[in-house]
């Protein structure tokens, strides 16, 4: 079981717009460390598309964003293209733990 | 350009040992923040290992006292032995370059190797 929790399923028609949910505790996300969202596709490398919980590195879309408040995170994707469908991950930093923890991955399937 | 190649991944009997390799080009691994991660069949990413450029390392609970990670300075290679492995190690390792920042986060990664523990 994953310290950050995301849904594990999300979908979308194309040019629709999805969120998912990155839930976190008082000993990562709600104590201040920021959230890092990625894109998985299989057998590629993971890709950064969010850092320090909305910020965007160059080369990403502006139909990606990220927000955060209180103990949990979200990433926003709007106008749905079907190469968007990959894995998403969300990632912090545990102070419990003392080690980095991602989610448990959300599978978004556009439909 | 930045540029992580990952080897040393195979076939490896439970309880056996395995060192796997990152080869860095485009940056200094002494010089960065490096981490491993790895993706089991079927399941989410995992963080492994942590390495400060500074060479303070750190270890996730499940592979604490059996994996250790280092560093060649002279062929920039980054290093994950992994001793007294067992079927739930089996998993795609990644290597990754984790930011300088408050919250690190992993901006370069590798293709990954494919570790498999069984009989």
């Known amino acids: 079981q994953s310290v950050l929790t995301q849904p594990p399923s999300v979908s979308g028609a194309p040019g629709q717009r999805v969120t998912i949910s990155c839930a976190g505790s008082?000993?990562?996300?709600?104590?201040?460390?920021?959230v890092h969202w990625y894109q998985h596709l299989p057998g590629t490398a993971p890709k950064v598309l969010i850092y320090g919980n909305n910020n965007r590195p160059s080369g990403v879309p502006d139909r990606f964003s990220g927000s955060k408040s209180g103990t949990s995170a979200s990433l926003a994707i709007t106008g749905l293209q079907a190469e968007d469908e990959a894995d998403y991950y969300c990632?912090?930093?545990?102070?419990?733990?003392?080690?980095?923890?991602f989610g448990g991955g959300t599978k978004l399937t556009v439909l | 350009e930045v540029q992580l190649v990952e080897s040393g991944g195979g076939l490896i009997q439970p309880g056996g040992s395995l060192r796997l390799s990152c080869a860095a080009s485009g940056l200094t691994v002494n010089s960065n923040h490096m981490s491993w991660v790895r993706q089991a069949p079927g399941k989410g990413l995992e963080w492994v290992s942590f390495?400060?450029?500074?060479?303070?390392?750190y270890y996730a609970g499940s592979v604490k006292g059996r994996f250790t990670i280092s560093r060649d300075t002279s062929k920039n290679t980054l290093y994950l032995q992994m001793n007294s492995l067992r079927a739930e190690d089996t998993a795609v390792y990644y290597c990754a370059r984790a930011t300088q920042t408050f919250t690190n986060y992993f901006d370069y990664w590798g293709q990954g190797t494919l570790v498999t523990v069984s009989s």
């Open positions: 990632q912090s930093y545990d102070s419990s733990l003392s080690g980095w923890v």
């Open positions: 390495i400060y450029s500074g060479g303070s390392t």
């Open positions: 008082s000993s990562n996300i709600g104590t201040g460390y920021d």
